[in-house]
């Protein structure tokens, strides 16, 4: 119990001047909205989808000499013959996504009801293999990254859907504001300390991005990485950078963080998967 | 002219041939090793121009170089290199800061236009020195392009 | 089949044709090292590419270690719709590989 209202207390704290804990779902996105467009403006709404390339001008010509022919393609391709290649006992992922492959980036993530639990892209796609007997890829590169890159590409120019309608989900919803908004590791960073409070600002080498629209893009190409790698691999990696201890890919913590980022950036176009730094 | 350059194949050659035999390089590499450029193996820019023969390369403003100010990640830099020289039959492009600098050299077929991208690895602040071959004449233009470290990025 | 490693696009514009290719290969540069063993990663990378136009070079690259993981490449030629073009490219450890695409 006491640890609850520390928290609470904590989430008021470093809330404001954003959101309240009382605040719903809607609410919410709507004040963090307004504080980037108070705070950090782009151009428009929609241009949050390109991170700090809505802000850094460098930046944004280096990505688009890169998006002229994106190595994350590669991937692509991977990720499609992975696909359509059929498992030992005949059936494949259409079997588990269905026919339409349009479809499917922008199902994710969402809250089950009766498993009370966030279903998430990756999540399903590791679950479509094991139902058919197969082997689960690794949660945050390779294989896993590539069929993701495939799923985002071919879903390209739908919306964010993400959206908490009942109570569970709420309480999903709000674990995953809490993630958000606490400090955390050596260096007491929260989330929102570097892709709210400081979105566009530099830290050392580099330019923080928004958390609006974080969620659009993924998976990414990082040049960083020199290959794909999936929202939760860049979760890891961000809290292993103010020197917090990761928490594991698909995890309670990094599906409830992914689910309130989602509903943060409801609405907003798919443009994944993206290269980035 | 062509003396000196037959010489300095014939001494690729011996020391490739070796290497053929004992089974390290394959016949095809050995061929362009012999025909290629050590100027790859150089571990400085005057090494390199020396090695190519473009020591004392004149400036031009002709040579266009796009290159990021600050590169986003040293491990993949857009560079885009133009040259409005007239004659032009390579463009050669040197990471300065790099252990080995020379980069690319590209040749140009005559329905080629004198311009190419390609991306880079750079792995400190450098800079980008262009080397233009046009007739028998280099010409010459540099960028700097700086790459930071650090941070939650990188 | 062996997939191939290039990704080559082509596009006629106005007298001219405009080739984009994106290859992969890891351009190890040979002086990084395994994170978990400790020992370098042996030098792996393009050392030579060519672009031929109808069975005429339009273009040939020398390239080293310090050109990007993935290359991607760009430049244009005069040519017109129907050309061939095929690029080819062929590294340190003698692999190759090639291409050949039709312009449309």
Known sequence: ???????????ALTLSPIVTAQATPAEDREAFRNYFKKNTPSKNLDDYI????????????QWEEIEEFPPYEIAIDNGRD?????????????????????????????????KDTIVTLEGTINKCL???????????KGKIAAVSAYVAFEGRGGKITTEPKTEKAKAWYNKGKQFFYAKRGQLNLSCADCHVYSASKWIRGDNLSPALGHPSHFPVYRSKWNSM????RRYGGCNKNVRAKPFKAQSDEYKALEYFQAVMSNGLELNGPGARK | MKRRSFLKSTVLLSATGAAVSTGILSPNVAMAAAHGNNAFKAKSVDEVLKMLGATGAATSDKIKIKAPEIAENGAVVPVSITSGIAGTTEIISITAANPTPLAAIYKFGESAET???????????????????AGDKFYTAKANVKVTKGGCGG | MAKSSIKLRTKSKGGKIQVKALIKHPMETGLRKNKKTGKKIPAHYITDLSVEANGKAVLTANWSGSVSKNPFLSFNYAGKSGDKVKLSWKDNTGKSDSLETTVK
């Open chain 1, 1 to 11: 119990m006491k640890k609850i209202i520390t928290s609470v207390a904590l989430l």
């Open chain 1, 50 to 61: 390109n991170g700090i390339y809505t802000y850094n001008k460098d930046a944004r010509e």
């Open chain 1, 82 to 114: 992975l696909w359509e290649k059929k498992f030992k006992n005949g059936k494949s992922f259409s079997s588990c996504f269905g026919k339409d492959v349009s479809k499917v980036r922008a199902k994710y993530p969402y809250h089950d009801e009766s």
């Open chain 1, 130 to 140: 094991t139902d058919n007997g197969e082997k689960p890829f690794k949660w945050k």
């Open chain 1, 229 to 232: 790698g999936t929202l939760h």
């Open chain 2, 115 to 133: 311009s190419v991208k390609s991306r880079f690895k750079m792995g400190k602040t450098t800079d980008v020195v262009v080397l233009v071959k």
